[in-house]
């Protein structure tokens, strides 16, 4: 079955730098783009940022763009988030999403930015 593991949140001071990463499985990796999408609480989920299948064209929220990278790597099976100059307004838990046909979800990481 279809599965996205994601890892490397945690608490940073603002300022600071995280990358995330996504292990997918399940699914033809290389075919479908990807996403990184982040909810913080008491809002809604918002799209962060997006790769397409083959990593040649990526699209960013204005909030991230300039501070945060998407990248992936086909042969691993894996899609990242380089987000550095972190705010403390990034808090969030961050979900990585597969554009498969249903669409499928990770179980989310926490990211916390305070000093």
């Known amino acids: 079955q279809v599965q996205l593991v994601e890892s490397g949140g945690g608490l940073v001071q603002p300022g600071g730098s995280l990358r995330l990463s996504c292990a997918a499985s399940?699914?033809?990796?290389?075919?479908?783009?990807m996403s990184w999408y982040r909810q913080a609480p008491g809002k809604e989920r918002e799209l962060v940022a997006t790769i397409t299948f083959t990593g040649g064209r990526t699209n960013y929220a204005d909030s991230v763009k300039g501070r945060f990278t998407i990248s992936r790597d086909n042969a691993k099976n894996m899609v990242y988030l380089q987000m550095n100059s972190l705010k403390p307004e990034d808090t969030a838990v961050y979900y990585c999403?597969?554009?498969?046909?249903?669409?499928?979800w990770g179980q989310g990481t926490q990211v916390t930015v305070s000093s």
């Open positions: 999403y597969a554009a498969i046909p249903r669409g499928s």
């Open positions: 399940g699914f033809t990796f290389s075919m479908y783009a």
